[in-house]
């Protein structure tokens, strides 16, 4: 026999080699042949419900690794859930209408305005579909456990016949209107945008400080006098109404040296304004205050206009002259100010952001951004231009086509939010948050939000399901908005397009004796951040498995401008609450050096990619180990170093498999009375250890816990435990007292970490449980496990703490011994440790082979005061001497030991080794030991 053959080497067919890509998918398949999802959900019927309510993406290409982060976070908390007393459904969803579906179906040749409606809305439907069905096989295969089968999606007809019931809910209470007024326009896009459909970039703009004469000066201002006024829009110019003044501020009176006019300027503007003019030599001749302006008149600086000089809070003194271009047709300021003096709301400027004649005949037919130059042309060749400069300021752009837009006045459907301010903010209180600070920035967005313009010029989406009388007027009635709920809910929206007004309306509408006259109906469709918005109506409260309001809603932090503001809004309206009792936000993916990832950069990073290299399991650790509340830096680079951490997992998982495959819980289980002290002292740190992780999730703290992990699979069970373990699994009679207690703290280690990381690593942990001796088939219908306590746990933490402090100075002595080339491995090593009398106490109290725990081959204990000179000292008391151990190298357990050959039957072992074997293999006394 050899020696070896004497050793319990553990031994699994758990590969070191995980092959993600291959088994994972196999794995993905095996679940849902199996039904695993359903399994749990019933496994958890009559507990308390937990709902996460998933987000829309956009079905529009395939997924990105900002979808990954989100969806694996929200896997991460619903599994945990699921897995700890909770039922919780998952229901993924998507949202479906919306322009970039008619953007890519123009791309790819189709022309809706040679289609009717219905045949290009059909088209935009199939496109949708495709997209859903290619994200849902990228979402599945990041290992997302849901109801695949049974998404929602916006284009659902009981989805759309739940919205339109939501948009009842706002007529009914009156927070519907229209009005002809400034909106973000896209002229790229042809439509109205929401705030949350604009991003905002740097742009340097063409500004124009430029004069206009004073016509009525109300006896303090002569027709000599021009007022200067400042624009960063010279094309509105032609739709100027009025000159803007703060009535608080105090304005001069110039007369610049050689000059035959006088000019108005905010006073505290004045030095800088001259010295850009060149105004070296001028006399300030009067002063007045804003107030006094007021209805003061100037003269158009190029058209036959009379404009009026008003008073407003918004011009400020931190640029320009304090004395602001008014045009109420192309400004949300503007607009208010030309309300307020009742001003023409003109807005001479089509859909697709082109001029028209009522500008003036030099600008019909030019395209807005070419007009400032005609603009600052015409001011020129009429002596009123002073200075022409740039500035670089912040624009808002359409977030999907990238391009800039404008402010418009055109006719929109509003819902007013002034009317509901306070009751959505009331409704936050009851709102708790991840991070802290979502709940300023979400109460900020609501107290700042101006009215939601909710109509758009489109036709793939959901219709404002409202009649006109022949007279113009709206009707948006109960009976009327119901009925056509109805119609959704059987026929899907097409029907709106398919039908006329009067066989969309209920009976008794259309008849002769109708007041209402012949009907028309609406053609714009909704914002579809209505749409997703009314989710919880469409899919909360629809499903009776779900709960409205839900648990929680997690995406990333531009939806406390999107859908954490949309559903909130509409919440309210239907329910006067929030639709989600806690809200997490995470941050934006970027490359790795901190900017936007984008195609056309090339930095951006395919999840298909990783998964079809790495596999799956390295994307969700990776998420673990993000700190998700702020933006998130990724690159390649990154999955390898989290490919190396998933490594060690595994390679934790198959040494505690291996070490275990020799032991069966139900029959060599020690109780916890009767452990070695080293092990119940592991096993109290495994529920430490398990507390902690629990508490991490329960906060939603997956950086912390991924932390926590790692500490402890490389410090407490690689650097310590399983290091020492390996003297007890592979030396002693396998079936010793000493080994079964160590193994069976090894089983509870392998059983918590299988079950703990099951939401996080599920096809790992899942390959795990195949190779344990456990009653269930899957892990994932398991629960984690309880956190357990003992009566001794305190005091005995305490004297191990303080162990592990002597432990850390003999392994710093060691290795310094080992780079200077007195020792190689620490099983050559003699320690010679001196301690005072508490110390010397604690290592008797422990009730544990120190000399194992330390890793030497011999281990003296001396008094403090012996110390030699050579010794290694530390602060706390504790001298170290490492020196060679003296004696030979046992053959089988490596110690270097001086009674190796006592037993002369076994002359290369030691003492306690020949013992072992002696006992357990006695056909080896007459046979002997080979190498």
């Excluded at 110390?839 to 120190?850: E, P």
Aim: with cysteine; net charge negative; aromatic share 10%.
């Amino acid at each position: 026999m050899r020696v070896k053959d004497t050793l319990n080497i553990g031994r699994t067919k758990f590969p070191m080699r995980g092959k993600l890509p291959v088994t994972e998918a196999q794995r993905e398949q095996l679940w849902e042949e199996n039904k695993v999802y359903q399994l749990r959900q019933k496994l958890n019927e009559g507990k308390p419900s937990f709902v996460l309510h998933d987000g829309p993406p956009y079905a529009n290409g395939n997924i990105h690794i900002g979808h990954a982060m989100n969806k694996i976070s929200k896997d991460f908390i619903v599994r945990y859930k699921s897995m700890t007393g909770y039922r919780a459904p998952y229901v993924p969803g998507w949202d479906t209408h919306g322009l970039p579906i008619e953007h890519q179906l123009t791309k790819s040749g189709y022309d809706r305005k040679k289609m009717s409606t219905s045949e290009f809305r059909d088209l935009c439907r199939k496109y949708a579909l495709e997209q859903v069905d290619k994200q849902r096989t990228d979402f599945k295969r990041l290992g997302v456990s849901g109801e695949w089968d049974h998404p929602y999606l916006t284009l659902d007809k009981e989805f759309e016949a739940a919205q339109i019931r939501v948009f009842g809910e706002f007529a009914k209470k009156g927070l519907l209107y229209q009005a002809k007024k400034p909106v973000y326009w896209s002229w790229s896009s042809e439509s109205a945008l929401a705030e949350a459909e604009v991003e905002y970039h740097d742009v340097v703009a063409k500004t124009a400080f430029f004069v206009e004469q004073v016509k009525d000066g109300k006896g303090r201002l002569d027709d000599n006098t021009c007022l200067v006024v400042w624009t960063t829009t010279p094309w509105t110019v032609p739709a100027s109404e009025a000159v803007a003044v703060n009535p608080k501020f105090d304005y001069s009176v110039v007369k610049p040296a050689g000059d035959d006019r006088k000019y108005v300027v905010g006073t505290e503007l004045l030095g800088n304004l001259a010295e850009k003019l060149g105004w070296d030599d001028y006399e300030v001749v009067d002063h007045l205050a804003g107030a006094d302006m007021e209805g003061m008149t100037t003269q158009h600086p190029y058209l036959d206009r009379e404009l009026l000089v008003g008073n407003a809070d918004y011009v400020t003194a931190d640029t320009g002259t304090g004395l602001v271009h008014t045009a109420p047709g192309y400004g949300d300021d503007d607009y208010n100010f030309g309300k307020k003096y009742d001003l023409p709301i003109f807005a001479p400027i089509n859909d697709q952001g082109v001029l028209t004649k009522e500008n003036g005949a030099d600008f019909d037919g030019v395209f807005y951004q070419k007009a400032d130059d005609i603009s600052l042309q015409k001011l020129e060749d009429n002596h009123a231009l002073l200075l022409e400069e740039p500035l670089k300021h912040s624009y808002p752009f359409d977030w999907r086509t990238k391009k800039p837009i404008i402010f418009r006045a055109t006719d929109q459907w509003f819902v007013s939010i002034e009317k509901m301010r306070q009751d959505i903010l009331d409704a936050l209180e009851d709102v708790e948050y991840h991070p802290a600070w979502g709940k300023v920035r979400l109460r900020n967005m609501i107290k700042d939000r101006g009215d939601w313009v909710i109509s758009r010029q489109r036709v793939w989406g959901v219709p404002l399901p409202i009649f006109y009388a022949e007279d113009g007027t709206p009707i948006m009635e109960e009976e009327t908005i119901n009925h056509v709920a109805d119609l959704f809910a059987k026929y899907g929206s097409n029907v709106w397009f398919d039908r006329d007004a009067k066989d969309l309306l209920p009976e008794g509408y259309t008849n002769e004796h109708s007041p209402h006259g012949k009907f028309t109906k609406e053609t714009d469709i909704m914002d579809v951040w209505f749409d997703s918005g009314s989710s919880h109506q469409g899919v909360l409260a629809e499903r009776d498995y779900l709960t409205y309001p839900a648990d929680m809603y997690l995406e990333g932090s531009d939806q406390y401008r999107g859908w954490f503001n949309s559903s909130l809004i509409t919440s309210v309206v239907c329910s006067g609450h929030a639709p989600y009792k806690s809200i997490i936000s995470q941050g934006f993916t970027l490359d790795k050096k901190g900017k936007k990832m984008s195609k056309s950069m090339g930095n951006v990073i395919d999840p298909n990619k990783v998964v079809k290299q790495m596999g799956a399991e390295i994307i969700r650790l990776w998420v673990m180990s993000a700190d998700t509340s702020a933006d998130v830096r990724v690159s390649m680079g990154t999955f390898q170093q989290i490919s190396e951490a998933y490594r060690k997992l595994r390679n934790t998982f198959r040494f505690l498999l291996a070490n275990t495959a020799d032991f069966t819980p139900a029959e060599n289980t020690v109780s916890y009375e009767k452990l070695e002290a080293v092990d119940q002292y592991m096993l109290v740190k495994l529920n430490h250890f398990l507390k902690q992780m629990r508490d991490d999730f329960d906060q939603y703290d997956f950086l912390d816990a991924y932390k926590l992990l790692i500490n402890f699979v490389n410090n407490d069970l690689s650097a310590f435990y399983m290091n020492v373990a390996k003297d007890v699994l592979y030396i002693e009679p396998a079936d010793s007292h000493v080994r079964r207690s160590m193994q069976t703290v090894f089983y509870q280690i392998l059983l918590t970490l299988v079950k703990l990381l099951t939401p996080i690593l599920p096809h790992t942990t899942e390959e795990v449980w195949g190779y344990m001796d456990e009653p269930e088939e899957f892990v994932q219908l398991t629960e984690i496990p309880d956190v357990q306590t003992f009566d001794n746990e305190s005091d005995l933490l305490d004297k191990w703490h303080d162990f592990m402090e002597v432990r850390s100075h003999v392994l710093k002595s060691l290795e310094e011994a080992r780079n200077a080339k007195m020792i190689g491995k620490s099983l050559e090593a003699q320690a010679d440790l001196y301690l005072n009398d508490q110390q010397a106490a604690l290592l008797d109290s422990l009730n544990a082979d120190a000399q194992l725990l330390l890793g030497v081959s011999a281990l003296h204990v001396h008094p403090l005061d012996e110390a030699p000179d050579a010794a290694d000292q530390f602060n706390d008391g504790v001298a170290v001497k490492v020196s060679p151990a003296p004696g030979e190298t046992c053959a089988r357990c490596r110690m270097v030991k001086e009674d190796v050959g006592s037993d002369s039957a076994y002359p290369t072992l030691c003492a306690r080794c020949a013992k072992i074997v002696r006992d357990n293999f006695p056909e080896t006394v007459d046979e002997g030991l080979e190498k």
